[in-house]
T-cell receptor, first 114, second 116 residues
Framework: DAGITQSPRHKVTETGTPVTLRCHQT?????MYWYRQDPGHGLRLIHY???????DKGEVSDGYSVSRSKTEDFLLTLESATSSQTSVYFC?????????????FGEGSRLTVL | KQEVTQIPAALSVPEGENLVLNCSFT??????LQWFRQDPGKGLTSLLL?????REQTSGRLNASLDKSSGRSTLYIAASQPGDSATYLC???????????????FGQGTILTVHP
């Protein structure tokens, strides 16, 4: 299994509070991604990173920001959480060396915004 | 815009059956296609990755095929077991100039139940 750790795994918070989810990898992969998974919408890309301090928006980036100060860590921040951000968030990584683009996922972080 | 469709949405079979899951996509200009399984409350586990130049990949009881021209991939599971029960998703990566950096589009998944 790919060495991907997400924290926290579960969080309940209130509307308007900031939330940060952390993704840590031990694979030294260049690419890291944040997805959210919702019933009826499947998996949707929020943001991704193609290197330290290099990030870009995905299809549902509004209300989210990311940071990557080290190869192994990719943080997802909800500046002011809303109920529509209740979801399961997945971090994923992919390698550059083999250039196959194979994607590996973490176990997910379940966020509930009340 | 790439659209990925998985049929059927749900499938229930008795143990021991061979089965086929289908994935179709609208834009044949793909870089690769990846099959995943997801168990309830868990992340996605990569099963098989097929590059656009390949026709099939095999891993144990799993065989995935790719027909780019018709926009189809199938995941064949031989001798199904109750432990195969999960949601199976396919994901298609766009061909961004021959690199692995193209957009990834997921299907909605097929929920498989294998009963003893």
């Amino acid at each position: 299994d790919a060495g991907i750790t997400q924290s926290p795994r579960h969080k309940v918070t209130e509307t308007g509070t900031p939330v940060t989810l952390r993704c840590h990898q031990t694979e030294n992969h260049r690419y890291m991604y944040w997805y959210r998974q919702d019933p009826g919408h499947g998996l949707r890309l929020i943001h991704y990173s193609y290197g330290v301090k290099d990030t870009d928006k995905g299809e549902v980036s509004d209300g989210y920001s990311v940071s990557r100060s080290k190869t192994e860590d990719f943080l997802l921040t909800l500046e002011s959480a809303t109920s529509s951000q209740t979801s399961v968030y997945f971090c994923a990584i992919s390698a550059l060396v083999s250039n196959t683009g194979e994607l590996f996922f973490g176990e997910g972080s379940r966020l509930t915004v009340l | 815009k790439q659209e990925v469709t998985q049929i059927p949405a749900a499938l229930s079979v008795p143990e021991g059956e061979n089965l086929v899951l289908n994935c179709s996509f609208t834009d044949s200009a793909i870089y690769n296609l990846q099959w995943f399984r997801q168990d309830p409350g868990k992340g996605l586990t990569s099963l098989l990755l097929i590059q656009s130049s390949q026709r099939e990949q095999t891993s144990g009881r799993l065989n995935a095929s790719l027909d780019k021209s018709s926009g189809r991939s199938t995941l064949y599971i031989a001798a199904s077991q109750p432990g195969d029960s999960a949601t199976y998703l396919c994901a298609v990566r766009a061909n961004a100039g021959g690199t692995s950096y193209g957009k990834l589009t997921f299907g909605q998944g097929t929920i498989l139940t294998v009963h003893p």
